[in-house]
C-alpha cells in the first residue's frame, strides 16, 4: 500500500505552483473559482433556494463560519443545519427515507457512511472540486469524498511522561509500566480500536499482530464511551498518562493552550471525515454546489482555519506539521472501502480481548 | 330506582339527584378517557420497542426478518450471573442512597425546626438544574486518579497508591444515588409537608425519643409513599445505562445495561437487543406494580391529611438543631458544594486540569464571555425554556387525574399506573427512533419542530409526575372527598376544589422536577430536533464533543444559575398558593 507520505509528496509537486498562484491572487480567488464549476449548478441550485445539511461537525468551530462564507458567495441559497452525532444522523437519515420523506440533503463524519450506504441510501456525485484529491481519498464511483482527514495516533501527557519513557513503537506499549495507566475510545470506527487492530494485523502480519494484541489486551486498556476528544481530555487532566487513538490535530490545539500533551508518530493511521449526498433529496442541485464549495481550496482553508486537516492535498494544515508530508511521517491510509471490508472481524476482536 | 322517579320531587332535590348522576361512578368514564389519552401516547411507542425486539437489524438499519435472537442473547451473555449480580446491587444499593439521602433531608426540612432550610432547596434545584454530563464528569474528575483526593492523598500519605478508584461498582452507586438524591428529597417533601404531626406528637409526649417517634411514626405513616417512591427509583436504577457506561466501563464493572450501551452505540445500531431487555423489563414492571397495588389498597390507613382540625406543626428537635443542620450542610457538600467547585473549575480553566494552586494564574473567565457574547445561545434558550416548560404543564394536567384515579383504585386506575409507569423502561433512543417514525407518517407537520421534542419528553416524563401526585393523593385521607361528595359536589368539583389545593405541594414540586430535567435532557433533542427547534442541550454536546469542555462548563454553569432563578421564583409563589391551604 502506498503511504500518505509518498502519495501527498507525489502530488504536490504539481499543487505547489498552482497554490502559490492562489496566494498571489489573493482575493480574487473569492470572485473566480480556481476550478471549473458548470454554471448550470448554480442556476438550479439558486432555484433550490435552500439546502439541509446534516452534520456531525462542530457548530461554532466549522459550521457556521463554512455557512457564512457560501451564503455570501451564493447569495439566495440557504443552508439549514442540523447537528447531531453520527449515530443520530444515520438513523433519522434512514427513518425519513423509509418514510419516503427525506429532508436532509447531504451528511458529513466519519462513520455514517457505512449504514448509510449499506443501506442504499447514498447518492453518487464526483466534485469537480476534488478532482486533485488524491484517489485513496475518494471513491471512485461517487460514493463520498474526503473533506478532512483525521490522524489517529497515541498521545502522552508531558507531566507525566518523562521523555525518555515515551513509547517509540508499538511494542513499547507492552512495558508493565502502562498496565492499568491507557485508555482509548470505544468508538466502532476505523480511528477507533477495530482501526487500530487492523493496522496491526495489517503491518505485523496475521500471526505476529494477533500475538502482539494478546499481549496488549493484558495491560488492560480502559475503554471510555466517548469521542476521541473526551478521552484526549483525559490524558491532558492526567487520568491515563497514555491514551492511543486520538486525533493529532486536537492535541496540537489543545498543547498551544498550555496542556501538557503531545502526540506521537506512532504507527498513526489516516482515516477521513467524508461528505455524502442522500438519493430523493429535495435539493440535490443546492447540496452538490454545497459540497463543491466545502472542498475547493477556498472551502478547505476554512477548515484549515478552524483548526482541522483539509483533505486538499493544495491547502496545507494550520500546524503544517500535522500532515504526514509536511510532518515527515508515514500514516497507514484506511479507507472506508478497505475498513468496511474488515470491519466485522476487527470488531470482533476488539469484543473479545480488549471488552 | 324507578320508586325514585316516581316519587313528586320539589326542584332543588331534583337538581341535586341530576348532579349526583353526573357524579362519576366509582366506575366513572372519566378513567377510561384518561386511559385512553395516556394510551394514544404510550402504545405507539410500545408498539416499535415491541417489534424492534422482535426483529433483526439488517446492515441498512432496515427491518429485517421476524427473530427472538434479541431475548436468547439476553440469558446467553457472558458472566451473566455476575451481570445480573452487578446490576441488582448497583440498583439496590443506589436507590439506598437516595433514599437515606434525600428522605432524612426532606423530613428535616418539612417536619422539623431545622435551620438552613433554604439551602437544602437550593442544592436540589441547582443540582437538578445542572446538565447531567456535567455532573457525572465533575464526579469523575473529583475522585478520579488525577482528582483532587487522590491528588492529595499522594501528596502527603504515599505516592504510590491511588486511594479512591470511582471507576468501580462503590463509585456507580455513590454517583447514580447522589444523582436521584433530589428527586426523593422533591417527592417525600411533599408527602411530609402534608402529613399531619399530632402523631409525632402524641408518641413524643408518650415519652418516645425523636428516633423512636420518626421510627415507630414518621417512617411508617409515610411508608406507602416510600415504598412507592424506592421502586420506581430502582427500576429507573436497574435500567440506568449512563453511570454503568461512563464511570463502570472504564473500570470494567459489567452491569446487564452495559452490553445493552454497547449494542446500542454499535456499527449500524443494534435496537433489538435493547428493546428485548426493555421488555423485559417492562413485564418485571407490571409484576411489581401488581404487588405494589396490592399492598396500597390499605393505602388509607396511612393518610394523614384528614377530615379533622388538620394543621402540621414543625417537630421540634431542641438540641439536636445543630446535629441535623450539620446533615443538610453536609448534604450541600456532597451533592451540589464539591461537583459544582469542579464545574467551575473547568470553566476558569482553558483545558481540564488537576486542581493545583499552580494552575489558578490561568484561571480566566474566557469562557463565560464566549458563550454570553455568542447571541446563538439566547434562541435556543428560549426553545429550550418554551418546550420544557409546555411539558411540565402537560404532564402534570395529565397526571394529576391519572394520580387521583389510580391511588383512590377507581375504574381504570390500576390500567393508567401501568400505562403510564411504562415509557419509564423505554431506551431514549428507542423512544426517540419511534416517534421519528411516527412524526414522518403524521399527517401534521411536527417532524422536527419543538412539537414533537415536547411529545417525547411528555411520553418520557410522564412517569415522574405520576409519581408526584399518586404519592401526594395518598396522603389525603379519602374522607375529606366522601364529604364533598355528600355536600353535593361532583367529582370535578371535589378534585377542583378539595384534591387540587391539597395536592399543591406535590403538583409543584412535579412541574419542578419535569421542567429542570427537561431543560437538560441531551438524548432526545440530539435525535428530534430540526434545523429551527435546536435546545441548549445539542449545543452543549457540541461543545462536548469538540473538547470544548471549559466552554461546555461555563454554558452549564450560567444554564444552572438561570434554571435556578426561574425555579425559585416559581417555588415561592407555589409555597405561598400551599401556605394557604396547609399554613406556613
Avoid at chain 1, 466517548?226 to 492511543?244: E, K, T
Avoid at chain 2, 449545543?539 to 461546555?552: H, I, P, R, T
Wanted: aromatic share 10%.
Amino acid at each position: 500500500m502506498m503511504t500518505m507520505s509518498d502519495r501527498m509528496k507525489q502530488l504536490m509537486r504539481g499543487r505547489r505552483a498552482a497554490l502559490a498562484e492562489l496566494v498571489v491572487a489573493g482575493t480574487l480567488a473569492v470572485t473566480q473559482p480556481a476550478w471549473a464549476l458548470d454554471p448550470k449548478l448554480v442556476d438550479s441550485a439558486r432555484k433550490e433556494g435552500e439546502v439541509t445539511w446534516y452534520t456531525t461537525l462542530v457548530v461554532g468551530q466549522i459550521v457556521r463560519p463554512m455557512i457564512a462564507a457560501f451564503e455570501a458567495k451564493y447569495p439566495g441559497i440557504k443552508v439549514n443545519y442540523v447537528p447531531a452525532p453520527w449515530q443520530e444522523t444515520a438513523l433519522r437519515l434512514s427513518n425519513e427515507a423509509r418514510a419516503g420523506s427525506v429532508k436532509g440533503d447531504l451528511f458529513d463524519g466519519g462513520i455514517t457512511f457505512y449504514p448509510l450506504n449499506q443501506a442504499g441510501l447514498v447518492d453518487r456525485f464526483m466534485p469537480d472540486a476534488a478532482k486533485d484529491f488524491p484517489p485513496e481519498f475518494k471513491d471512485p464511483t461517487g460514493l463520498w469524498t474526503a473533506n478532512i482527514i483525521q490522524i489517529a495516533t497515541p498521545s502522552i501527557n508531558t507531566d507525566q511522561v518523562p521523555g525518555k519513557d515515551t513509547p517509540q513503537s508499538l511494542e513499547d506499549l507492552l512495558d508493565p509500566r502502562w498496565a492499568g495507566k491507557m485508555a482509548w475510545t470505544d468508538s466502532p470506527s476505523a480511528s477507533g480500536p477495530p482501526g487500530f487492530i487492523g493496522n496491526v494485523l495489517m503491518s505485523m502480519g496475521t500471526g505476529k499482530g494477533m500475538a502482539f494484541l494478546e499481549r496488549l489486551a493484558k495491560q488492560r486498556i480502559a475503554n471510555i464511551p466517548a469521542i476521541q476528544r473526551v478521552v484526549l481530555d483525559q490524558n491532558i487532566s492526567g487520568q491515563y498518562p497514555l491514551v492511543l487513538c486520538i486525533y493529532n490535530y486536537h492535541a496540537v490545539i489543545s498543547a498551544a493552550q498550555g496542556a501538557p500533551v503531545k502526540w506521537l508518530k506512532l504507527s498513526p493511521i489516516l482515516t477521513f471525515g467524508t461528505f455524502g449526498l442522500m438519493k430523493n433529496s429535495p435539493h440535490p442541485n443546492a447540496a452538490r454546489l454545497f459540497v463543491e464549495f466545502n472542498l475547493s481550496d477556498e472551502g478547505q482553508r476554512i477548515y484549515a482555519k478552524a483548526g482541522y486537516i483539509p483533505a486538499s492535498p493544495g491547502v496545507p494544515a494550520t500546524e503544517a506539521d500535522l500532515k504526514p508530508d509536511a510532518g515527515h511521517y508515514k500514516a497507514r491510509i484506511m479507507s472506508p472501502v478497505e475498513f468496511q471490508e474488515h470491519e466485522a472481524e476487527w470488531t470482533l476482536i476488539y469484543k473479545r480481548l480488549f471488552q | 330506582m324507578p320508586e325514585v322517579a316516581r316519587l313528586p320531587l320539589p326542584m332543588p332535590q331534583a337538581r341535586r339527584t341530576w348532579s349526583r348522576a353526573l357524579r362519576l361512578p366509582p366506575g366513572g368514564i372519566a378513567g377510561y378517557v384518561l386511559a385512553a389519552i395516556i394510551a394514544l401516547l404510550v402504545l405507539p411507542p410500545l408498539f416499535v420497542l415491541v417489534r424492534t425486539s422482535l426483529t433483526e437489524v439488517t446492515a441498512g438499519m432496515g427491518q429485517g426478518a421476524f427473530t427472538l435472537q434479541n431475548y436468547v442473547l439476553l440469558v446467553t451473555s457472558r458472566n451473566l450471573g455476575t451481570m445480573v449480580f452487578n446490576s441488582v446491587a448497583f440498583a439496590a444499593c443506589a436507590t439506598i442512597v437516595s433514599l437515606l439521602f434525600g428522605g432524612l433531608l426532606a423530613w428535616l426540612v418539612e417536619r422539623t425546626d431545622v435551620p438552613l432550610k433554604g439551602l437544602a432547596y437550593l442544592t436540589t434545584i441547582i443540582s437538578l438544574g445542572t446538565p447531567y454530563i456535567l455532573y457525572v464528569s465533575a464526579w469523575l474528575f473529583l475522585f478520579g486518579r488525577a482528582g483532587p483526593f487522590n491528588d492529595l492523598y499522594r501528596m502527603y500519605v504515599d505516592p504510590s497508591v491511588t486511594l479512591i478508584n470511582v471507576n468501580s461498582l462503590g463509585g456507580m452507586i455513590a454517583i447514580e444515588g447522589f444523582l436521584w438524591s433530589p428527586l426523593v428529597f422533591l417527592m417525600l417533601s411533599s408527602a411530609f409537608r402534608a402529613a399531619n404531626a399530632e402523631m409525632e406528637e402524641a408518641a413524643r409526649v408518650a415519652g418516645a425519643s425523636i428516633l423512636e417517634t420518626v421510627w415507630k411514626v414518621s417512617l411508617r405513616l409515610a411508608m406507602p409513599a416510600i415504598l412507592a417512591l424506592a421502586l420506581f427509583v430502582f427500576i429507573r436504577n436497574l435500567e440506568a445505562f449512563e453511570v454503568p457506561a461512563l464511570v463502570g466501563m472504564p473500570g470494567r464493572v459489567d452491569v446487564l445495561t452495559t452490553e445493552i450501551y454497547r449494542s446500542v452505540k454499535s456499527m449500524p445500531p443494534q435496537l433489538g437487543y435493547a428493546s428485548a431487555f426493555s421488555v423485559v423489563m417492562l413485564a418485571l414492571v407490571a409484576v411489581l406494580l401488581f404487588f405494589y397495588g396490592r399492598l396500597s389498597k390499605r393505602a388509607e390507613r396511612f393518610a394523614s391529611i384528614t377530615g379533622k382540625g388538620y394543621r402540621p406543626r414543625p417537630f421540634r428537635l431542641g438540641r439536636a438543631r445543630i446535629p441535623a443542620a450539620c446533615i443538610i450542610v453536609f448534604n450541600f457538600v456532597v451533592v451540589l458544594g464539591l461537583p459544582l467547585a469542579a464545574v467551575v473549575w473547568m470553566a476558569l480553566m482553558p483545558f481540564v486540569r488537576p486542581m493545583r494552586w499552580a494552575a489558578l494564574p490561568f484561571a480566566s473567565l474566557k469562557n463565560f464571555t464566549s458563550v454570553v457574547s455568542s447571541p446563538y445561545y439566547f434562541g435556543l434558550g428560549v426553545n429550550t425554556l418554551l418546550v420544557a416548560a409546555g411539558t411540565a404543564t402537560a404532564a402534570m394536567l395529565l397526571t394529576v387525574g391519572g394520580g387521583w384515579i389510580a391511588a383512590r383504585r377507581r375504574a381504570g386506575g390500576t390500567l393508567i399506573d401501568q400505562l403510564v409507569t411504562m415509557p419509564l423502561v423505554f431506551p431514549g433512543l428507542v423512544l426517540g427512533v419511534a416517534l421519528l417514525e411516527i412524526a414522518l407518517q403524521l399527517p401534521i407537520p411536527i417532524y422536527g419542530t419543538l412539537w414533537l421534542i415536547g411529545l417525547a419528553f411528555l411520553i418520557r416524563y410522564m412517569p415522574y409526575g405520576m409519581r408526584y401526585t399518586y404519592t401526594g393523593v395518598l396522603q389525603i385521607h379519602p374522607e375529606l372527598e366522601q364529604a364533598a361528595g355528600v355536600a353535593g359536589a361532583t367529582t370535578f368539583e371535589t378534585l377542583r376544589r378539595i384534591v387540587g389545593p391539597l395536592l399543591w405541594p406535590a403538583i409543584a414540586s412535579g412541574w419542578l422536577f419535569i421542567f429542570l430535567i427537561a431543560a437538560k435532557e441531551m438524548s432526545l433533542p440530539l435525535l428530534l430536533a430540526g434545523p429551527n427547534s435546536q435546545t441548549v442541550a445539542v449545543a452543549m454536546f457540541d461543545l462536548w464533543s469538540n473538547g470544548q469542555g471549559g466552554e461546555v462548563s461555563a454554558l452549564g454553569l450560567l444554564w444552572a444559575a438561570l434554571m435556578t432563578i426561574f425555579a425559585s421564583a416559581l417555588y415561592v409563589i407555589l409555597r405561598r398558593q400551599s401556605a394557604a391551604t396547609f399554613g406556613d
